[in-house]
Structures are given as structure tokens and as C-alpha cells.
């Protein structure tokens, strides 16, 4: 019997630190990587009064996502989500924006329709998108409690009125940071981040360790996140999903012989 050839990650011991490893750790697994998950935070949902207040007293013309936990939140923890699909409520619905192609496929899992994705897939790219748009209007902007000011005031400097609800707040997981700690010390080679407070976390559970591993990054506001931490990333991801990430590892780690 033919030996099977060893995936292109074979050996590397990688870590991921998001709450749910998701697709990334089954494609990571397949091209041979030993994957750690090691979640540094926990989501939690904010009280929805204040979005259901909005969209009971506003008509928008865009719903913006920026993240499948804004996602989900809105959709189906707030209840709202029948409101958001086409036909869902009486007069217009408005149309929904996602920051990546991840983000979009779970909106349209969920029964939305997704009118826009930009073709760079992050904030300044969407950004971009709604530059390009014939016309103005108002946006409901759901996010986190510590989401960056970023693309609120980038829409409202283009003329968009933007009401951004926050939906959920991110806490660090103290036992995933003691499990990142324990896992360090085994030994690792990399770790993947999706976010700034992923990264926030990982600096106060290790410290300079991190310096001796290769970073990965979701994308920019994570990755200034890495910088301003003194850290280095060894790749971004080029667009915000799964598979931009996993081919930025793959591509690295490659380079790296």
C-alpha cells in the first residue's frame, strides 16, 4: 500500500483563538497542521432594546454586517431576523451589506438577501463600496462594544446617517487563556487571530512570548492591533474569510520550506 502523502502544514502545531475554530481548523487538520484551539474570548449578547427601538422608529435603506457574531446576534438572537428578509415587514426592506464573503454566505443561510460584498474584503473596502453607490441614505450599523468609530464616520462623512446599536460585548476567556498559556509551553508554532481582542487577550495571558511565533491575522484592524502591541505579522489574510485566511498560512508556511 502507497504511503499518503503528508499534508503541505505536516508537523506544525497551529492555534486558534477565536470562540469557535470553525472551518479553519478542519482545512488546517486536512493539510496536515495539529490544531489547539484556545478560545481567548467569550461573546455575549447585549439587551436588544435599543435595535428593536430603531427598527421600529426608522426606515433603512442598509442593514451593514461586519462580523458573523453582529450576524447572528441581530438575526437570531434579537428576533429581528424575519423583519430583515425579503417581504419580511410592511413597505421597503432594506438591503444588507457584508464586510466578506463569510460573512455573507452564513447572512444568506440565515434567509437574507446580500446586496453588497466589496471586492476588498474589509472596512475600508466597504467603505469603498458605499463611495460608489448612486445615492445616500440611512444605515442601521449593528456591532460589538469596542467595534473601532472606523466605518461609522466613514459613511457619515459620505453623507449616510448611521445608527450603530451595539449588539454584543466581548470578554476575555480566562480559562482559554490559561489553556493558550499551557499550550505555548508544549510548544507552538503559530497562531491565528480574528480579532483585536483576541490579540488583547493573547498579550495578557503570554506576554513577549508571542514574539517567537508566527502571526496570522484576519484582517487590518487586527492586524494594527498585532503592531501596536510590538508584534509582528507574519501574514494577513487577503480578504475577510476562511479561505482568505487559510491561504495566507498556506502561503507562508510554504515560503518557509
Known amino acids: ?88 415587514r410592511p413597505g421597503k426592506t432594506p438591503s444588507v451589506a457584508c464586510v466578506g464573503e463569510s460573512t455573507a454566505e452564513e447572512a444568506r443561510g440565515l434567509g437574507l438577501r446580500v446586496d453588497l460584498v466589496p471586492k476588498r474584503q474589509h472596512i475600508k473596502g466597504l467603505l469603498e463600496a458605499f463611495a460608489a453607490l448612486p445615492d445616500r441614505g440611512r444605515v442601521l450599523y449593528p456591532r460589538s ?59 495578557e495571558a503570554v506576554g513577549d512570548e508571542l514574539n517567537r511565533l508566527r502571526l496570522y491575522s484576519i484582517g487590518p484592524s487586527t492586524s494594527e492591533a498585532l503592531r501596536q502591541a510590538g508584534l509582528t505579522v507574519a501574514a494577513e489574510a487577503s480578504e475577510h474569510s476562511t479561505a482568505g485566511l487559510a491561504q495566507a498560512i498556506l502561503a507562508k508556511e510554504s515560503s518557509l520550506g
Open 1 to 88: 500500500m502507497a504511503e499518503e502523502t503528508p499534508g503541505k502544514l505536516h508537523g506544525l502545531r497551529i492555534a486558534i483563538t477565536r470562540e469557535q475554530p470553525g472551518e479553519l481548523a478542519t482545512w488546517l487538520s486536512a493539510q496536515g497542521a495539529t490544531v489547539v484551539h484556545a478560545p481567548l474570548i467569550r461573546v455575549v449578547a447585549a439587551p436588544g432594546e435599543e435595535l428593536l427601538h430603531m427598527l421600529a422608529s426608522h426606515s433603512y435603506d442598509w442593514v451593514v454586517f461586519t462580523s458573523g457574531n453582529a450576524l447572528r446576534f441581530v438575526v437570531v438572537e434579537s428576533g429581528v431576523g424575519p423583519s430583515l428578509a425579503p417581504g419580511g
Open 145 to 203: 462594544e469596542i467595534a473601532p468609530s472606523t466605518l461609522k464616520e466613514g459613511l457619515q462623512a459620505l453623507g449616510f446617517v448611521v445608527d450603530d446599536p451595539v449588539v454584543y460585548r466581548t470578554y476575555p476567556d480566562k480559562h482559554g487563556m490559561q489553556a493558550f498559556a499551557a499550550q505555548l509551553k508544549r510548544g507552538l508554532d503559530a497562531v491565528v487571530f480574528a480579532s483585536p481582542s483576541a490579540v488583547r487577550y493573547a498579550v
